[in-house]
């Protein structure tokens, strides 16, 4: 098994672009470690009600947590997954050493992390605008990508909401926050070669045809 780290502050993109490689990409896979800790949240699960109120803060989890939940997911892949997209993890050096043994566990070998670079103004212009739909899940822009009937899901018909976390006073926190603990990994990756920085500001069909074409090239440097 294949894995790409997806880097990046909250709004650059991560989710998004991982989804269209999913839906281009042959074989390719990915899991959103928020969207894990969500669904946990959701479902009332133990991880899920200790995870509730640190991530309305838009702080991060304990490290330990968030490991064993990716451990897990990977674990019940399917022999079959040739690629698969971390969307989310790690996001503190500890994590990203926990995923070394985790990789090793799981005998998958690390392709590249790609960090999504976003300027600030954008990553606020894009949380703020973000909806979701709260029964399929898919999400939306007010203004990049607006529902066809306002405030309204394409396919489900019910009303659109607004992530717990995407109010502006945690939006704030969470970009301190990355700053803090995450950018930290960017250093970690290049020290190890395996870092590659994309221009995640524009179209985000561009920066996955971009780390698409990026695919081979890492795949053979890492056999
Ligand atoms: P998580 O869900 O991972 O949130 P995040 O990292 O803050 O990232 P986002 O989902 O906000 O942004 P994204 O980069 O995926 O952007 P998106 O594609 O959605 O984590 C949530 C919380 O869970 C954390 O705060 C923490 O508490 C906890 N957690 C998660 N992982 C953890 C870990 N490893 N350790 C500890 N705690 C953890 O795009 C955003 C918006 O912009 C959308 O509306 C989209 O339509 C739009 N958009 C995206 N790309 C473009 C583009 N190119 N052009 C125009 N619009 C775009």
Redesign the pocket.
């Given at each position: 098994m294949n894995v790409l780290i997806f880097l990046?502050a909250?709004?650059?993109?991560?989710?998004?672009v991982a989804e269209i490689l999913a839906g281009t990409v042959d074989g390719f896979r990915t899991v959103?470690?928020?969207?894990l800790?969500r669904d946990a949240v959701k479902s009332r699960t133990e991880a899920g009600v200790a995870a509730e109120a640190?991530?309305a803060r838009?702080?991060?989890?304990p490290d330990q947590l968030?490991a064993a939940m990716i451990g897990d997911y990977l674990k019940g892949l399917p022999d079959d997954s040739s690629m698969i997209a971390l969307?989310?993890?790690?996001?503190t050096v500890a994590?990203a050493e926990m995923l070394e043994s985790i990789l090793a566990a799981n005998k998958a070998r690390l392709l590249q992390a790609a960090f999504l670079d976003v300027p600030r103004d954008v990553l606020l212009f894009?949380?703020s605008?973000?909806r979701l739909c709260p029964k399929c899940g898919a999400?939306?822009?007010i203004s990049?990508?607006p529902p066809k009937v306002a405030g309204m899901c394409d396919t489900c018909n019910v009303e659109l909401i607004t992530r717990a976390?995407d109010q502006p006073a945690t939006i704030e926190n969470?970009l301190k926050v990355y700053q803090q603990q995450t950018v930290p990994l960017k250093a970690f990756y290049e020290d190890k070669g395996l870092l590659t920085r994309f221009d995640?500001a524009?179209?985000?069909g561009d920066?996955a045809r971009a780390i698409a074409g990026d695919l081979s090239k890492w795949r053979t440097a890492q056999a």
């Open positions: 990046g909250p709004g650059s993109g991560k989710g998004t959103s470690s928020g969207a800790l640190t991530i838009g702080e991060l989890v968030i969307d989310g993890f790690p996001r994590q894009r949380l605008g973000r999400g939306y822009h990049t990508l976390d969470r995640a524009g179209e985000a920066v």
